[in-house]
């Protein structure tokens, strides 16, 4: 069963306007949601997750249980934010493994 | 932080070949690590889950005798690609949960081609 959707396989904002990636998920229990990048030939590293409620890089990303997404966002894309995002979804009873997304591939246009 | 390396960082083989790629957790401890892999504009696909000491765990459809894996300590597991052809070609990253404290830490990853 799919757990973790991201809609947008590509996006392309111009630098300096709002941007938000979509990740919705389906999961019975209380999930852990992550953010992960992977700038151009880089490893893929931790960016957000819900628990710590906190802003890094500018990104936000508020767990909306109702509606069952994890929408990352930013006020302000800069031409660094280029990269592909993945949502990635873990609980108790998947232990250690995550769910990923497809991904979305974000372009900033200078 | 939490670090892990995953060696080597690509490389190239021809068919019919066996290819080994490490991923060593370098300053924690790790009972569990994931190797996934990833075709050209897909997800991350878990291939499987590698325990300290025992038998992995394969994820349904990846051939447990193609994609060997060895986690022999709780710093370092290994998978092999046995007899590697063409459609193995994909990027393979391993990722490992520390013991104690919160994190999943994700090497750097392997791509691998086969000709």
């Known amino acids: 069963a799919q757990r973790v959707t991201q809609p947008e396989k590509l996006l392309s904002v111009f630098k300096g306007a709002p941007v938000e990636l979509k990740c919705n998920y389906s999961?019975?229990?209380?999930?852990?949601l992550f953010w992960y990048v992977q700038y151009s030939r880089q490893r893929l590293q931790l960016l957000l997750r819900h628990i710590s409620r906190e802003s890094i890089k500018g990104f936000t990303a508020d767990l909306n249980k109702g509606e069952t997404s994890f929408h990352l966002k930013k006020p302000f894309a800069q031409e660094e934010d280029s990269a592909m995002y993945y949502c990635?979804?873990?609980?108790?009873?998947?232990?250690?493994?995550?769910?990923f997304g497809t991904g979305t591939s974000l372009t900033v246009i200078p | 932080g939490a670090v892990v390396s995953q060696h080597p960082s690509w490389v190239i083989c021809k068919s019919g070949t066996s290819v080994k790629i490490e991923c060593r957790s370098l300053?924690?401890?790790?009972?569990?690590m994931f190797w996934y892999r990833q075709f050209p504009k897909q997800s991350l696909m878990l291939m499987a889950t590698s325990n300290e000491g025992s038998k992995a765990t394969y994820e349904q459809g990846v051939e447990k005798d193609k994609f060997l894996i060895n986690h022999a300590s709780l710093t370092l597991s290994t998978l092999t690609v046995t007899s590697a052809h063409p459609e193995d070609s994909s990027f393979y990253i391993c990722?490992?949960?520390?013991?104690?404290?919160?994190?999943?830490?994700f090497g750097s990853g392997t791509r691998l081609t086969v000709v």
């Open positions: 999961y019975s229990g209380s999930p852990e």
């Open positions: 990635a979804l873990s609980g108790q009873d998947t232990g250690n493994q995550f769910y």
């Open positions: 990722s490992a949960h520390p013991i104690t404290g919160f994190g999943y830490t």
């Open positions: 300053d924690f401890q790790a009972t569990t």
